[in-house]
Structure formats: C-alpha cells, structure tokens
C-alpha cells in the first residue's frame, strides 16, 4: 500500500498523480501496487466530468480522502466551480423581483474568496515558474502547457472536516503607534490591543498537522510544545 499525501498545491497535485497512476496501461507498473490518498486543504484540481469519475473509482471506495478546514478558502477555489455561484445578470434581476432569494452574506463571501484567489493564483504562478527554473538547471528545459482558466472546478475525495484554527492571542504595545498604525491590529473587549489573524493562518500546512492531531490524536496534540508557528503569525 503505497500513500499519496500533500498540502495545498500538493494535495491537488496527490490527487492527480492517483488518477495518473491508476490509469497507466497495463505493465507499466506492478499490478500489486495499491494506493490511498490523504491531502490537505488542496483546491480543486479537475472538472466535473474528472471529479465524478474519480470520486467514483477512489473516495467512493474510501481510498482517498481531502481534509478541510471550513475556514480555509483554497479548497473552494477556484471559486467559480458552479454556475449558481456567480454573479450574473439573471440572478441580479431574480433578487430586484423577489424570484430569488437574496443573501449578503453569501455574497459577501463570494467576493472576498475571489480578491483571495486572485492572491494566490499569483502566488502559484510565482512558485510554480521558481520550482520550473530550478528543475530545469537539473534536468534541462521543461515545457510546461498553458495555464488554462477553467469555471468547471468540482471537489475530489472523500471530506473529512477538522476544526477551524484558533489564532493566539498576541498582545501588542501601541502606545507609541499613531491611529493610521493601530489599524494592523485588533482591540479586544479589554480595550487590549493583539495581533490581526493573518490571511493564509487558515490554509497553514502546520496548523493542520496540529488539527489532524487534536481531532484523532489527542494524545500526541497534548504532548506538543507549540500550537502554532511563530512564522505562521
């Protein structure tokens, strides 16, 4: 049993190297090799034609599994992965008429988890085009494809939810910060300034192995010195 296991980008890329190995013609591979698949936090990786055919042959048959924190973004991106989620014409005209029910919040969280994808597409075409250099004084040129912008994104693997991640409480000094300063931070109930939770604390890879642990080990989450990254923060 062989275990495919990644974080984020490569939890998506563990998802489509199990479909890849799976689907090797007859020979290449030994047909005593068996798989299972454990990513974390991955965005979705395959259209909706892949996302049921894989569901089907894998998370179906519990030998693939995709762990979410609920208040991480990157597994819901990219965002518009079904049609009822984006804004479009008919659904303004539905909410003016009463034909559609209208949620601000919906919307609201809509829009913040695209300003975040336009983040991290950014991030992923950075560190994508660094690792491609870095292989390629290794192994010579590679030729990657082009990107392609894809709106039929579909979910992989079977969900396991895990707790959202408690940000420490961090007290800060602003006793010699100015107002425009002090808006970095957050003042609590106490009139107490502390640290502002930061935008990627949610999709840490080290707050899920610590989440992993405080949902089915508790035991070694117990034994842990630290509950965060300093780095993390």
């Given amino acids: 049993m062989l275990s495919l296991l990644g974080h984020s980008q490569g939890g998506a890329l563990g998802t489509l190297t199990r479909a890849y190995l799976e689907h090797l013609p007859a020979g290449e591979l030994s047909e005593k090799n068996t798989y299972k698949t454990y990513v974390y936090a ?15 042959q894998f998370s179906d048959e519990g030998t693939s599994y995709s762990i979410i924190n609920p208040k991480d973004p990157v597994p819901y991106l990219p965002v518009n992965y079904e049609e009822e989620t984006l804004v479009t014409k008919d659904k303004i005209k539905g909410w003016l008429f009463g034909e559609e029910k209208f949620s601000a ?4 969280k809509n829009a913040f988890i695209r300003l975040f994808e336009g983040g991290l597409t950014s991030y992923v075409k950075n560190s994508n085009s660094l690792m491609n250099k870095i292989l390629g004084l290794q192994l010579g040129k590679i030729e990657m494809p082009e990107f392609v912008r894809d709106i039929n994104y579909y979910p992989t693997g079977h969900l396991k939810e895990i707790e959202a991640f ?68």
């Fill in 42 to 56: 991955q965005p979705m990786s395959g259209n909706k034609e892949f996302a049921a055919d894989y569901n089907i």
């Fill in 105 to 108: 919040k919906e919307l609201g």
């Fill in 166 to 233: 408690e940000y420490p409480k961090i007290e800060v000094d602003v006793s010699d910060l100015n107002e425009d300063e002090r808006k970095e931070f957050t003042q609590g109930d106490d009139g107490k300034w502390y640290k502002t939770e930061t935008k990627f604390f949610q999709h840490s890879a080290y707050n899920y192995y610590v989440g992993l642990l405080k949902k089915w080990d508790t035991t070694s989450y117990d034994n842990l010195d630290m509950t965060y990254l300093e780095s993390d923060l």
